[in-house]
Structures are given as structure tokens and as C-alpha cells.
């Protein structure tokens, strides 16, 4: 079994900062990639920023230039450093993990959500 831990949420004003983490822990043999999506309320949950095994990064387009996605050494916990908050980033935060097992099948994964809200 395999489960994925977020932490860091909160409220934040408008131009602050907040720092996601993610920890994977289980049965892993190796992660293929890492990312966070998000679910504003009434709308449908969307990419924000995703990290490959090899470091490759891809940003919505809507964040670009003001979060920063990045894993740890041993590349079982994902960061989501967010500056410059507007209240639109406002959302419940899922940590997504493409997780290759022993069993020699990749399965995808999700964290349980994290609240971002952002307001003066």
C-alpha cells in the first residue's frame, strides 16, 4: 500500500507565500512523477505543476513565473513553493504520484487535499 501526505496549507493574504509538501511512503520501488493539481469550488480539478524522475517540470500557465515545484534527494516528497498568491489560486490542493511497484505496475495515487485559501 502506498500513501501520500500533504501538508502546509492555510491562509494566506493576497501576495503572500505557502509551501506544500507531499511525502510518499509504502511499498514504492520508484516514482515516475510527482505533481499537484487543484480543485476550486465548482470547478474541475486542474494540473498546476507536475516533476518527472528526471527533473523535468511542466506549469499551468496560470502559475508559471510564481510557483516552484521541486522533490527531495531521494525523490519521495514533492515541494509546491507558492509565491505570489492571488485569491483565485483559492483551492483544496491534491499531491499526485505516478508510482511504479514491485509488482512491476505503475498506478497513480493522490494525497487526501490540502486547503489554500487566499484572502485579505
Known amino acids: 500500500q502506498v500513501q501520500l501526505v500533504e501538508s502546509g496549507g492555510g491562509l494566506v493574504q493576497p501576495g503572500g507565500s505557502l509551501r506544500l509538501s507531499c511525502a510518499a511512503s509504502g511499498s514504492i520501488f520508484s516514482i515516475n512523477a510527482m505533481g499537484w493539481y487543484r480543485q476550486a469550488p465548482g470547478k474541475q480539478r486542474e494540473l498546476v505543476a507536475t516533476?518527472?524522475?528526471?527533473?523535468?517540470?511542466n506549469y499551468a500557465d496560470s502559475v508559471k513565473g510564481r510557483f516552484t515545484i521541486s522533490t527531495d534527494n531521494a525523490e519521495e516528497t514533492v515541494y509546491l513553493q507558492m509565491n505570489s498568491l492571488k485569491p483565485e489560486d483559492t483551492a483544496v490542493y491534491y499531491c499526485?504520484?505516478?508510482?511504479?511497484?514491485?509488482?512491476?505496475?505503475?498506478?497513480?495515487?493522490w494525497g487526501q487535499g490540502t486547503q489554500v485559501t487566499v484572502s485579505s
Open positions: 516533476i518527472t524522475s528526471g527533473g523535468s517540470t
Open positions: 499526485n504520484a505516478a508510482i511504479y511497484l514491485a509488482s512491476g505496475s505503475t498506478v497513480d495515487y
